[in-house]
């Protein structure tokens, strides 16, 4: 289902911007996020090559995780294309039972991943 992704962006822009050092880069056309050294740690993808997915697209530990989180609920969490191959992960924002909480987690989750030594060291989030 394809929705409105004005409002979800808004969302994400605001948990992605309120870590420390985060700002905002387009990357192929698409929303993305990056932390100090510019290190991408969140996509935005909205239909992205018209797979109809409304998507928040973060880092994971790796492949292991990754499977895990599928595993666990397929609903919420896919293999993005391209990225998924590295061990990112998909969690879809389509339709009205989002888990902000668990998406909140994810993107400080994925900043972490993301993040050089020195600024996790400053305090981190």
């Not at 992704?5 to 905002?24: D, F, G, N, S, Y």
Request: proline share 6%; net charge negative.
């Amino acid at each position: 289902m394809i929705v409105d992704p004005t409002p979800l962006i808004e969302r994400i822009r605001t948990l992605c911007l309120a870590l420390p050092e985060a700002l905002e880069r387009e990357s192929h056309g698409a929303p993305g996020f990056v932390v100090a050294d510019g290190k991408f740690f969140a996509y935005f993808w909205h239909n992205h090559h018209d797979d109809g997915e409304t998507a928040l697209i973060v880092r994971t530990t790796g492949g292991d995780e990754q499977a895990q989180l599928i595993e666990f609920d397929p609903k919420t969490y896919y293999k993005p294309a391209y990225l998924g191959a590295s061990g990112w992960i998909a969690v879809r924002l389509n339709g009205d039972t989002v888990d902000w909480d668990r998406v909140d987690d994810r993107i400080a989750i994925s900043w972490e991943l993301a993040a050089p030594q020195q600024v996790l060291e400053a305090g981190g989030r």
